[in-house]
């Protein structure tokens, strides 16, 4: 048997009819390991976007799944169904013929921006401990809460009649938990018609996009040889905002130790996996007895000269990776990374991706670390 495939992601183009376990299960056999996850589900109607980590990029996924995302899809005016897509029953129907462009235009504009949306009944949400679309399939009636997502751009791109029915193609941006087929559901009901999606195709996520996705046939050619997987420290560079340590705090960073610094996107990306960390990068670098000095010398001006006790303290297990304190943060819609507030990637001098890493006040700690110590 050969040797398992490397630490990274492959992205996948999710053919049709496929459930994203499906996907993973069958990337598990190519790859010769177990460890396989995927970054974010797709419905088996949807294609397109699915990241999968391998190894150690497993413990990526969670991060990964809150980027923001782009879809291309369908939605058909004038019928609505039971699961807001071309998979439920139609519930009723209404002649759409007369819905001009303009006027879609008009209904999706409320549905931009910031919003608040009702995912569908048939989500894998859970209420009360059950998911919604197992109460819904045993014939209860389900109330899910609106939740805020933001849709950063809502674009019509073709109209056309079809019988008495209108499909109208749309490109969405939007961040992570918004439901498209909700924005069908809505978009049908302010135009008082109904609808529902009868396509969905993801185009992005973060910054992975269909162009460099592979489908599951090309993966499992005897020709293609190695999976086409993006290294771990290429796909930090990448997707994270991210922060230069210098070789005196390698060590640390390796064992999840606490840092004491404001972490930082740095200026130039580095040269990429196979090269070193360019110039402009090396001289964000940390010193690490600068750093200590100068966040001590804020944290006194800001709390009266008291030091958070964790500064001070050694490597004790609240320090450690692995903590399961709460999801981590959602990234901002629209952004290369995480944000301002999300996790920072901290690599080596070389360009090793070291560690993930959140900010608390003056003070950085690891989320997951990815190099052995």
């Known amino acids: 048997m050969s040797d398992p495939a490397p630490d990274g992601l492959i992205v996948v183009d999710k053919p049709n009819g496929w459930t994203s376990h499906d996907v993973v299960a069958r990337v598990r056999g190519l790859a010769g390991t177990r460890k396989v996850g995927h970054a974010g589900t797709l419905d088996p109607m949807a294609t397109g976007v699915l990241l999968l980590g391998i190894g150690r990029a ?4 969670g991060h990964l799944a809150l980027a923001s995302k782009s879809y291309t899809a369908t939605v058909r005016l004038g ?24 006027a879609v235009d008009r209904a999706a504009e409320p549905l931009r921006g910031d919003i608040l949306q009702v995912p569908s009944s048939v989500s894998a949400i859970k209420i009360d401990g059950e998911r919604a679309y197992r109460r819904v399939r045993a014939g209860q009636d389900v109330a899910i809460p609106a939740r805020p997502v933001h849709i950063a751009a809502l674009t019509i791109a073709e109209v056309r009649a079809v019988g008495s029915c209108l499909d109208v193609d749309i490109r969405v941006d939007c961040s992570t938990g918004t439901y498209v ?5 809505d978009l049908g009901a302010a135009l008082e018609v109904g609808g529902h999606l009868t396509t969905l195709r993801r185009t992005r996520v973060g910054s992975f996009t269909l162009d460099e996705a592979h489908t599951l046939e090309a993966l499992a050619e005897p020709e293609a040889g190695e999976l086409p997987v993006i290294p771990l420290d290429a796909v930090a560079q990448r997707q994270f905002a991210w922060y230069v340590v210098a070789d005196d705090a390698v060590t640390a960073v390796r064992n999840g130790r606490a840092l004491t610094a404001r972490l930082r996107q740095t200026p130039e990306a580095p040269e990429g996996p196979e090269g070193p960390v360019g110039a402009e990068a090396a001289k964000a670098a940390v010193d690490a007895e600068a750093a200590k000095a100068a966040v001590d010398a804020a944290v006194d001006a800001e709390a009266g000269g008291t030091r958070p006790n964790d500064l001070a303290e050694p490597d004790t297990d609240e320090n450690r990776v692995h903590r399961d304190d709460g999801p981590p943060t959602a990234y901002q819609p629209g952004e290369r990374g995480a944000g301002p507030e999300g996790p920072v990637a901290v690599l080596a001098p070389g360009g090793q991706f070291l560690a993930l890493y959140e900010q608390h006040g003056p003070i950085a700690k690891a989320v997951a670390v990815f190099a052995p110590a």
Do not use: K
Not at 58 to 61: E, G, I, P, Q
Not at 83 to 102: F, H, P, W
């Open 58 to 61: 497993t413990r990526l996924l």
């Open 79 to 102: 019928q609505s169904t039971v699961t807001d897509d071309a998979e439920g029953e139609v519930v009723a129907t209404s002649d759409a013929s007369g819905v001009t462009t303009q």
């Open 181 to 185: 087929r909700a924005l069908a559901r």
